[in-house]
């Protein structure tokens, strides 16, 4: 069986501003160790998969990053959206230009942005969720939680898991949206619930077949698309077709859908740096549980997350802030309102300030 790869890379990473900024979005950062996230992922991803079967999709601003960082990456490999719409559109344009090169293929789809620190435990679950997609279609990751995290959406499971590999392959009863802090008490509590990695891997024909029957105007592009690339130039037919498919999810088009749904748990060191507050998880702290980043002189200060480009900060007597100086912009907040930086971007865009974007 043959395997390939896809990457999402298209993301802006709003709430990692403002160091994750439109020219130069989080996947692009060493936001953990001496290679950026997209550096990470891929490095990651051919220890099981040639780079000639991992394609990467991404936007018109991110290709001559992805060939600066990734010069080993067939050029043919990268996918470029004219316009966002999100991840099932992406999949989908996907899974067309994949059934072209490697019909009958397995496809692993990965965001580009997650940290992931057991990567041996990492590809032996892909491995195991390649076996598993040949005879029972679609395989998830599920991330064992150990909080109650409000950001995440989760995956319920029903209960008698099968085992492959010495991995649990539980069977999906559904997709849940991101819960309030009492939900996600209960999710933990019940021992069934899982947090939605993102990652997914099927057999080509089964998610062309998922998209027939649940996405059927997204089908029809995509057969449109299919049939112009063999008499004109690729780039420029989905320039042409691919704004015409619907803004929706995966999980919304698809997922929340389909019953025969596989999902194994991982414990591997995952995070998804959703935001500054990840920081805390993937860092060290200081013996006053800060994260310090840089040109720093803190003094009675507690459970801060500080970084510095190069000048000095020096704080006193803050508790629970957050406060990121680049070369043009720096930011203070509250931890708790980590989940809604999206707001300072919207206020940006209001106000005219794009060149702080």
């Known amino acids: 069986?043959?395997?390939?790869?896809?990457?999402?890379?298209?993301?802006?990473?709003?709430?990692?501003?403002?160091?994750?900024?439109?020219?130069?979005?989080?996947?692009f950062l060493n936001i953990s160790g001496n290679k950026s996230m997209i550096q990470q992922c891929i490095t990651r991803l051919e220890k099981m998969i040639p780079a000639d079967q991992i394609f990467i999709v991404t936007n018109e601003l991110y290709a001559e990053l992805i060939q600066a960082q990734i010069p080993h990456l067939p050029s043919d490999n990268i996918i470029i959206e004219p316009v966002g719409r999100n991840t099932a559109p992406c999949i989908g344009l996907a899974s067309i230009i994949i059934e072209e090169k490697f019909p009958n293929s397995s496809m692993v789809v990965i965001p580009s942005d997650h940290i992931i620190h057991n990567e041996e435990e990492f590809l032996s679950i892909i491995q195991t969720g390649?076996?598993?997609?040949?005879?029972?279609?679609?395989?998830?990751?599920?991330?064992?939680?150990n909080y109650p995290e409000t950001g995440y959406g989760y995956i319920e499971t029903s209960g008698n898991p099968q085992r492959l590999n010495n991995f649990e392959i539980h069977k999906v009863n559904q997709f849940v949206e991101k819960p309030d802090l009492e939900?996600?008490?209960?999710?933990?509590?019940?021992?069934n619930y899982y947090w939605n990695s993102g990652i997914f891997i099927w057999k080509i024909d089964v998610i062309r077949e998922y998209i027939k029957q649940h996405m059927l105007?997204?089908?029809?592009?995509?057969?449109?698309?299919?049939?112009?690339?063999?008499?004109?130039?690729?780039?420029?037919?989905?320039?042409?077709?691919?704004?015409?498919?619907?803004?929706?999810?995966?999980?919304?088009?698809?997922?929340?859908?389909?019953?025969?749904?596989?999902?194994?748990?991982?414990?591997?060191?995952?995070?998804?740096?959703?935001?500054?507050?990840?920081?805390?998880?993937?860092?060290?702290?200081?013996?006053?549980?800060?994260?310090?980043?840089?040109?720093?002189?803190?003094?009675?200060?507690?459970?801060?997350?500080?970084?510095?480009?190069?000048?000095?900060?020096?704080?006193?007597?803050?508790?629970?802030?957050?406060?990121?100086?680049?070369?043009?912009?720096?930011?203070?907040c509250r931890k708790d309102k980590a989940q809604e930086i999206k707001t300072i971007i919207k206020e940006l865009k209001i106000q005219k300030l794009e060149k702080y974007l």
């Open 1 to 27: 069986m043959v395997a390939t790869a896809v990457i999402m890379a298209g993301g802006k990473g709003e709430r990692f501003w403002p160091k994750s900024r439109i020219n130069l979005p989080k996947q």
């Open 130 to 145: 390649i076996q598993v997609s040949e005879k029972n279609g679609v395989v998830t990751l599920g991330i064992s939680p």
């Open 183 to 191: 939900k996600a008490l209960q999710y933990i509590e019940q021992g």
């Open 217 to 332: 105007d997204m089908h029809e592009i995509l057969e449109i698309m299919k049939t112009s690339f063999l008499s004109e130039e690729r780039n420029q037919v989905i320039r042409r077709e691919f704004p015409k498919m619907p803004d929706q999810s995966i999980d919304y088009g698809i997922m929340e859908k389909i019953n025969d749904i596989y999902m194994i748990p991982c414990v591997f060191g995952w995070d998804d740096v959703g935001s500054w507050t990840a920081l805390e998880r993937i860092d060290d702290l200081d013996d006053n549980g800060n994260v310090i980043r840089g040109n720093i002189l803190s003094l009675d200060t507690k459970k801060c997350i500080i970084e510095s480009n190069g000048k000095l900060i020096a704080t006193l007597g803050v508790e629970d802030l957050i406060i990121v100086d680049t070369e043009d912009v720096t930011l203070i």
